[in-house]
């Protein structure tokens, strides 16, 4: 075998054990995730927007009140911190938020929740107690959004921005709630 030929098969070996280490120590990437990552993001003109979170699914528990506790700091998804990023300021049902990116901390109660925009950038949601890693020396807003009760559940959670009415938000839908966060530029 020529001298080319051993250094390819060299490389591709390394490469190899590189993703198999990797998938054993890190992350298994050939394994489903319970809580897949997801972006979502929006576009119109000029403004560009983008959320990353990761998406529980509900599995027949008990959601808000139980699994997420009311009146507590919440991820708001799971695994890694939420981020949202937008390239214009826009304000945030009346307050200013400057473009940028920032972690999105909720606070969920059962008819209002809070809802944080948050300029540190945490590297996971959660510290080795599950205390959520938030600062709030780092609040640049927080707002208060009333719940909307759905007929029908939402089985995995979902972010999403609703420009359909004339009017943009930020939406967080899961089990039988739903909330949407006003954003204007």
Do not use: C
């Not at 300029?119 to 107690?129: I, P, R």
């Amino acid at each position: 075998m020529n001298t080319f030929l051993k250094r390819i098969l060299i490389l591709l070996s390394i490469i190899a054990l590189s993703l198999f280490l990797y998938s054993i120590f890190v992350e298994n990437i050939f394994e489903k995730r319970l809580s897949p990552k997801d972006t979502v993001e929006f576009k119109l003109n000029d403004l560009k927007m983008k959320v990353f979170y990761n998406r529980p699914y509900k599995k027949g528990r008990e959601i808000f009140g139980a699994l997420v506790p009311f009146n507590e700091v919440w991820r708001t998804g799971a695994n890694e911190a939420t981020t949202f990023e937008t390239n214009q300021p826009l304000a945030v049902n009346g307050t200013s938020l400057p473009a940028g990116k920032y972690t999105l901390w909720t606070v969920p109660r059962d008819t209002m929740w809070t809802v944080i925009f948050n300029s540190k950038q945490y590297s996971w949601g959660v510290n080795s107690e599950m205390k959520p890693m938030w600062d709030p020396n780092y609040d640049v807003v927080d707002i208060e959004v009333p719940v909307k009760k759905l007929h029908a559940p939402v089985e995995q959670f979902t972010i999403a921005f609703d420009n359909s009415t004339d009017s943009l938000a930020l939406t967080m839908a899961w089990d039988h709630v739903k909330i949407a966060v006003p954003l204007n530029r």
